[in-house]
């Protein structure tokens, strides 16, 4: 039988998507041509081998499932295929992960009969969450000698062994099989911590989490593949629902991926995949890309030219590599590779922000058409970067600028009211905290044109509370000084005129002060009469009185606002969820529960179930708080981009993010070029993730594999990067890092290769 589904390989824009798109025109084409004929014919005629069944379909039905590697590309693809279709086939894009969600949430009925689950609608834990309560459940088991043994801290190692499942749920391994794979593979270099005690820590995760109904990234990957795949009865229906899959950028896919397109295939539906052999951007983190390329076997192989004629990857990739991988030492690199070479980090971050600030004055390139690009992002790096392009009015875009909520001074300060409402909190508040709420909360109304103005200014975001508060910080100071009476229960705000020199605040500030305060003293009322439903109304109440306020918000602190009422939501949520589970166990014996009553009394407090969550305790909030502040959870929201076009600004990125969103810019900054990082990929790999990938699942991972891993690695960066650039490339070096250590990173031949040099004297 003729195969009709294709394989595209191709690099870096190489048009793969483009093709993809052109694929799923024409089948929509074919679809609307050949329907009418097929279906005018005898019941009885059988359809032709060199038919495609998704021409079957009626034009009514659906039948494409599409998927692509993350959510940012899943969104650019989808409008890309509505723009291409005008309309007429809309189309659902999903990402792997997303599907296999959709699909477990879809058919929880029936995973609830062939688990004897309990009868209660999933709800997904994040991951920031699933940490705080797997480690309360495992706290009795992770004592100091574990730690010990483990040679790390127990944060750190719950998130190791979180990550196990999550490795093995990827690869369609069981929960059951992972200490032997462990085991096989760790062999004489183990962790001092036996497998097989490690799995059954998993184990017992698992199933406490689906005793209440919480599903995690892993939870939902495993049952999807575990499950639902071998089920008949789902077969039947997803056989049904898809008749052709649509996939892009396979090559970061998780190894279950090729079980859900082999089933469909073998049902007869007719897939287009593209492929690039020097993407897998995820391997290490779950991708599993020599295992999806086992599919071409059963497509027809489309291989498209290189990337397009402006791209630098046709003119240098072959020689960087070389010189990389190989020590062969040219004579030069041609000038359009730059280096920038400084003794010191702070050097070099200061050059390198002036390089680009003359190339953009100058007209030479615009700042859209900048990338800084780097193994690894530090806070010093980005504010210096920042701050020195701002002074010349160049905006900078921190691509995935995934910095802890609690980092942001709106935030804070909603917490700061939250433990002046509610009782019980007053630990939780000191006179610096409350001073900085009440600067933020004193924000001034602005005209929606001030504020764009101050956008395009680039200033940045503090700029804008400093400029538009009634309380400045000094007053602010005076006041938390005067008026604020601590208190471990319930902490207070007096009047002004407690402070002698009351005079001295002024009059915009006090009416500021006065009306915060009055606020606060309602607040508390409407709690004590149980007339707020829930910290999250509150919240709300706070943002649309003092934040909102008729105005339009930056995007970074929209963006930052809407993290935090998701994640509150999504805290109470789990709570609520775990009150009503313990409370069926209230007056149980404890004797082989203790580890999980554990991981509820933080969140539910053993609540019986007539608690309702309008009367939240004061652990679940202090819980709550104490969550953000260790800066375990990071603003971003959905959608995660702002409305309009690409803002005209320096891309700032990891090496990860920027190969993971598919941009190209005509110069690219590649900054610490002499670091170790860049063969690590801008992304540590997760612990064990080798003994997954099924070419090699539980072989033991040596260092000659590490070296030989770390060599393919980057030749992948290079000529991806590479591919990325149409123009100019600057390669920025110090000698010393941060740390005051010597660079002496893989990408150090590049540098001594190159003639341009740009020095702290030329640049000045």
Not at 415 to 436: H, K, N, Q, W
Not at 599 to 612: G, H, K, N, T, Y
Not at 667 to 683: E, M, Q, R, T, V
Not at 744 to 761: D, K, Q, R, W, Y
Request: charged share 20%; with cysteine; aromatic share 8%.
């Amino acid at each position: 039988m003729v195969s009709h589904s294709i394989w595209i390989v191709g690099t870096s824009r190489s048009g793969k998507t483009t093709r993809l798109i052109e694929q799923f025109c024409s089948w929509v084409e074919h679809k609307n041509t050949y329907t009418d004929s097929f279906y005018t014919k005898k019941q009885g005629r059988e359809k032709a081998d060199n038919v495609p069944k998704f021409l079957y379909l009626k034009p009514t039905e659906p039948g494409v499932l599409v998927l692509a590697a993350n959510d940012d590309n899943r969104r650019e693809l989808g409008d890309r295929i509505v723009t291409s279709t005008l309309g007429k086939y809309p189309v659902r894009a999903k990402t792997p992960l997303g599907f296999f969600q959709d699909e477990v949430i879809l058919f929880w009925p029936l995973l609830i009969n062939s688990l004897n689950l309990k009868a209660q609608f999933p709800v997904r834990l994040r991951p920031e969450t699933e940490q705080e309560l797997a480690t309360k459940l495992w706290r009795s088991q992770l004592d100091e000698e574990i730690l010990r043994l483990a040679g790390m801290n127990e944060s750190r190692l719950v998130r190791r062994i979180l990550d196990l499942f999550q490795l093995a749920a990827y690869s369609g391994t069981p929960c059951e099989d992972i200490a032997q794979i462990l085991a096989r593979g760790l062999g004489e270099n183990s962790t001092n911590l036996e497998p097989e005690f490690l799995a059954s820590l998993l184990l017992d995760w698992r199933n406490w989490c689906l005793e209440r109904g919480l599903l995690t990234y892993g939870i939902i990957t495993e049952l999807y593949s575990q499950h639902l795949l071998s089920d008949r009865n789902y077969q039947q229906h997803l056989t049904k629902r898809y008749q052709a899959v649509l996939a892009d950028d396979v090559d970061d896919y998780p190894g279950v991926a090729r079980l859900l397109f082999e089933l469909l295939l073998d049902q007869g539906a007719v897939g287009a995949f593209s492929y690039n052999p020097d993407g897998a951007v995820r391997l290490g983190l779950g991708g599993d890309p020599n295992y999806l390329e086992g599919l071409a076997e059963r497509c027809r192989v489309e291989t498209l030219t290189g990337p397009p004629p402006e791209s630098l990857g046709q003119q240098l990739a072959t020689q960087m590599v070389e010189l990389v991988t190989e020590s062969i030492m040219p004579l030069s690199l041609p000038e359009i590779v730059h280096s920038i070479q400084t003794t010191s980090r702070a050097q070099l971050l200061r050059q390198t922000a002036q390089v680009i600030a003359n190339a953009i004055q100058s007209q030479q390139v615009e700042s859209e058409e900048v990338a800084i690009i780097a193994p690894g992002l530090d806070a010093i790096a980005r504010y210096t970067l920042v701050e020195i392009l701002a002074k010349q009015n160049i905006q900078v875009e921190s691509l995935n600028d995934q910095r802890p909520l609690i980092s942001s001074p709106v935030i804070r300060a909603l917490l700061t009211m939250l433990a002046l409402v509610y009782p019980g909190l007053g630990r939780l508040v000191d006179r610096d905290a409350v001073a900085e709420m009440l600067v933020v909360l004193s924000r001034k109304q602005q005209p929606a044109e001030s504020i764009d103005a101050i956008n395009r200014d680039a200033i940045n975001r503090d700029a804008i509370n400093r400029v538009s508060t009634d309380i400045d910080p000094v007053r602010a100071g005076l006041i938390a000084d005067y008026c604020f009476v601590p208190h471990p229960d319930r902490p207070n705000l007096l009047s002004v005129s407690a402070f002698e020199r009351w005079d001295r605040i002024g009059y915009a500030a006090t009416t500021a002060y006065n009306k915060i305060l009055q606020w606060l003293e309602q607040q508390r009322s409407q709690q004590e009469q149980r007339l707020i439903p829930s910290p999250i109304s509150l919240l709300d109440r706070a943002i649309v009185r003092f934040l909102w306020n008729g105005s339009n918000l930056p995007y970074e602190q929209l963006a930052a606002l809407r993290e935090l009422l998701e994640t509150a939501q999504h805290y109470w949520e789990i709570d609520t969820r775990l009150r009503q589970t313990s409370s069926g166990r209230v007056g149980e014996e404890d004797a082989g529960t203790r580890g999980r009553g554990d991981a509820e009394s933080s969140l539910s407090q053993r609540l019986p179930l007539s608690v309702s969550s309008s009367s939240p305790s004061a652990a679940t909030i202090t819980e709550f708080i104490q969550l953000l502040r260790r800066g375990t959870i990071t603003a971003n929201p959905y959608p995660v981009r702002p409305i309009g076009g690409a803002r005209k600004a320096v891309t700032l990125a990891t090496i990860f993010q920027y190969r993971a969103s598919r941009r190209s810019h005509r110069w690219h900054f590649w900054l610490d070029a002499g670091s170790p990082l860049w063969a690590k990929g801008g992304a540590a790999t997760l612990f064990g993730a080798p003994f997954f990938l099924q070419d090699r699942l539980g072989e033991p991972w040596t260092a000659e594999d590490e070296k030989l891993a770390e060599q393919q690695r980057l030749r992948r960066i290079l000529v991806d990067l590479l591919s990325r650039v149409s123009k100019r490339v600057y390669l920025c070096h110090s000698d010393l890092a941060v740390n005051g250590q010597e660079q002496l990173g893989p990408l150090l031949p590049l540098v001594n290769a190159c003639v341009t040099v740009i020095s702290e004297t030329s640049v000045n």
